[in-house]
Nanobody, 122 residues
């Protein structure tokens, strides 16, 4: 089992920055690729970004390329999502998830955190 706990969500204005964190415990963190998903109000959970087990390769949905950065620190068992130039449409709950290899579908992730709320509003 892998336990995941997200933090860092907040109410921010459009154009602001914030960093989400996801702390993992349980099994060896570096055995898992990690992903971030976004669930906007009334919508399903959608892929945002993923990073492979060693942090060598990252993947993003087009709408966040150049604004968001996923990274990980395997020594701290933590994955991050740096969110810059946020927009109102980035509002929602952000979840981190773990899988044995990089995946882009929510159905292919094995472990999930409880989510952290991000609200972008002026």
């Amino acid at each position: 089992q892998v336990q995941l706990v997200e933090s860092g969500g907040d109410l921010v204005q459009p154009g602001a920055s914030l960093r989400l964190s996801c702390a993992a415990s349980g099994r060896t963190f570096s055995d898992y690729a990690m992903g971030w998903f976004h669930q906007a109000p009334g919508n399903g959970r959608e892929f945002v970004a993923a990073i492979d087990r060693q942090g060598d390769n990252t993947y993003y949905i087009d709408s966040v390329k150049g604004r968001f950065t996923i990274s990980r620190d395997n020594a701290k068992n933590t994955v991050y999502l740096q969110m810059n130039r946020v927009r109102p449409e980035d509002t929602g709950v952000y979840y981190c998830a773990a899988a044995t290899t990089v995946r882009f579908s929510r159905d292919e992730y094995d472990y999930w955190g409880q989510g952290t709320q991000v609200t972008v509003s002026s």
